[in-house]
């Protein structure tokens, strides 16, 4: 008999943690789609990004290492961004890998959007780069399709707007800190040597790419 109790004892106690991990699996995915709801408002419905008044960056299909990264550039203040170190500063370890892994694998279709002559001249500067102007081709780092690998981030359906805003401040608003070195530091003397007419073709080009 003692033997009997014992063992419905195990059972129950193994019932009760089955049934506590169910309940902590199921209050995380609850919690991640709060903030993945979250992210939908200034980023879209599917990741695509946001075309107003202020342009709001493609997270879909980005690379998972990418946006782990900049997510934490953002809280340690490598990246220069009231808004998103809020968000950022909020979120756990764990929830920062989720999202990730939820926005690499959207892939809905891009915007476009840049200007149409410029794709050519962007294509050009995209697959050759700019030697004058000590300028490498993006398809070095970026890939042919613009995708993108680890912590290089996906070019590849980014917003026109996006794209030329964030090279053109690249040295105010990346790579902040020295003690804190962060990978995006390889792309300031890139986006520094580019000039308005080239950055805004680069953009063009790369909004077109699926």
């Avoid at 506590?20 to 903030?35: I, S, T, W």
């Avoid at 998972?64 to 934490?72: F, I, K, P, R, T």
Wanted: overall charge positive.
């Amino acid at each position: 008999m003692r033997t009997v109790g014992l063992a419905r004892l195990l059972h129950t106690a193994m019932i009760a943690v089955a049934l506590a991990a169910a309940g902590r699996a199921d209050g995380a995915e609850r919690g991640l789609a709060g903030k993945i709801e979250y992210c939908k408002t200034c980023h879209g419905l599917a990741g695509q990004g946001y075309l107003g008044y202020f342009a709001m960056p493609r997270l879909a299909g980005q690379q998972e290492a990418y946006l782990g990264n900049q997510l934490h550039a953002f809280t340690e203040r490598r990246r220069t961004n009231p808004v998103m170190f809020n968000v950022a500063h909020a979120l756990s370890p764990s929830m920062v890998a989720s999202l990730a892994a939820h926005f690499r694998h959207l892939n809905p279709p891009p915007f476009g959007g840049g200007p149409r002559n410029l794709v050519a001249r962007g294509k050009t500067i995209y697959e050759e780069g700019i030697p004058e102007s000590n300028v490498p081709a993006c398809s070095a780092c970026h890939g042919p399709d613009g995708t993108g690998r680890d912590e290089i981030p996906r070019l590849a359906g980014q917003l026109y707007p996006y794209t030329v805003k964030a090279l053109r401040s690249w040295a105010r608003e990346r790579g902040q800190g020295s003690a804190q070195p962060d990978v995006s530091a390889v792309m300031a003397p890139t986006a520094h040597n580019m000039n308005p007419a080239e950055i805004s073709a680069v953009a063009a080009y790369v909004s077109t790419l699926r």
